[in-house]
């Protein structure tokens, strides 16, 4: 039983309400993704993941070798990599050969849509249509990656195989929709500069992909823009990391003071290595659609956040202060380091990305701050291309 309902707040719309208390760190629920994709240009660099589920199929020996470029790396307490439990699991599919992480992903991705969108041996080929739109979605999306057309053919996967597609028109309907010319922004944040012209053509190769007469109802312009839409405002970015889940097991355990200390060291070392050859790219990334946690407002004082326990694409959603019946459950849709900038950075963050402005206690008692930007913001800024355009 779910201890929370949407609601529908007059002049807010849709929230999330705690229909009991929750302690700080309690579970409110988890939930598997409508649909989730591992990021385009992670895959072709090879950060192995599942196919169905994103959990990493690698070894932690074989990723951290990766990752530092470096064969020759070595990692202690090989007895606690997380893989260990799965690694004998790893399967694939017979036809076109994407792995999984266990017979029953398998079987899911069968049954909810790989039965359609398998492309057998032309997985590889570059000229299959597929193929050429995930390539020209690359051309137009590089690192750091926030989304991926990918996401948008699994749904269309989904869609052809479902024997019940009204109740998937639905579901897909109840992510949040588009406010009018508001949705331009978004498509500007996914695809940059010259997104109209992008637009055009990765609509075309779209098209391309999905010439049938049963996707007549995705291929129209506004169809395909809406679908776009969905994803830009609704996806939640999922990482999943064999090196970050053994750091914490490793972390946890029991050792005297002085094997501590060095184990922290070795760690530091480990991630100095990495950091040098993969940067900030240590993780399988990706980004998925959650029927429930997509209705959680944004607050910048959250008093819950999305984790990703399992090192897959389910995410438990857990409290982080004392929540009271009758609370509002909000997270964050910003990361850490853009909730301590200032208000109006903040705002121009959410504005950009999901078309809001933000009501929470923490704006409204810093309304009166002047409209100035965090120093740090300077790296990411895009254009002032918006600046006048709050919405109430
Ligand atoms: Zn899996
Ligand atoms: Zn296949
Ligand atoms: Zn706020």
């Known amino acids: 039983m779910n201890h929370f309902e949407i609601r529908e707040i007059p002049g807010k719309g849709r929230a ?16 598997e993704p409508f649909v989730s994709s591992q990021f385009s240009w992670n895959t072709a660099y090879g950060y192995a993941a599942c196919d169905h589920c994103m959990r990493p199929l690698e070894t932690l020996l074989e990723n951290v070798r990766r990752l530092a470029s470096d064969p020759k790396v070595e990692v202690p307490l090989l007895q606690h990599d997380p893989t ?39 997985r590889l080929d570059d000229s299959h249509p597929i193929n050429v739109l995930n390539e020209t979605w ?22 052809q195989q479902s024997s019940k597609k009204s109740e998937f028109l639905e579901q897909l309907q109840s992510f949040q929709a588009l406010i009018v010319n508001r949705e331009q922004k978004i498509y500007h944040k ?6 109209e012209n992008q637009m055009e053509q990765l609509y075309r190769a779209f098209c391309h992909a999905f010439a049938g007469e049963e996707f007549a109802s995705f ?33 946890d355990l029991p050792l005297p003071d002085a094997d501590k200390a060095q184990l922290d060291t070795v760690i530091d ?7 040098e050859f993969a940067g900030e790219f240590l993780n399988n990334e990706g980004s998925g659609l ?20 399992y090192s897959n694409d389910i995410v438990v959603l857990k409290a982080l202060t004392p929540i009271q019946e009758g609370d509002e459950i909000c ?18 963050v959410l504005r950009e990305n999901y078309i809001f402005v933000c009501q929470c206690p923490k704006c409204r008692a810093q309304a009166s701050d002047p409209d100035e930007t965090s120093d740090e913001e300077d790296d990411d800024e895009m254009d002032d291309y918006d600046e006048d355009d709050d919405m109430n």
């Open 190 to 195: 996914m695809l940059g500069e010259n997104f």
């Open 16 to 31: 999330m309400i705690a229909t009991k208390n929750f302690a700080a760190n309690e579970v409110i629920f988890e939930e």
């Open 331 to 348: 997270i964050s849709y910003l990361d850490e380091c853009q909730l301590e900038r200032s208000r109006h950075s903040r705002h121009k």
């Open 84 to 122: 260990a439990a799965w690694v004998a699991q790893f399967t694939q599919c017979p036809r076109c050969k994407v792995r999984y992480c266990s017979e029953d992903c398998l079987m899911e991705a069968q049954k909810r849509y790989h039965r359609v969108a398998c492309m057998g041996a032309f």
């Open 138 to 159: 690359k051309k137009m999306h590089y690192p750091p990656e926030t989304g991926t057309i990918m996401l948008i053919v699994r749904l269309m996967a989904m869609y």
């Open 219 to 251: 291929t129209t312009p506004d169809a395909f823009k809406t679908l776009m839409g969905i994803m830009g405002t609704n996806s939640q970015g999922i990482a999943t990391s064999v090196l970050a889940q053994w750091v914490t097991k490793v972390s």
């Open 290 to 309: 959650y029927l429930l946690q997509s209705k959680i407002n944004h607050s910048c004082v959250p008093n819950s956040c999305s984790t990703f326990p």
């Open 269 to 275: 070392e480990i991630y100095a290595k990495v950091g």
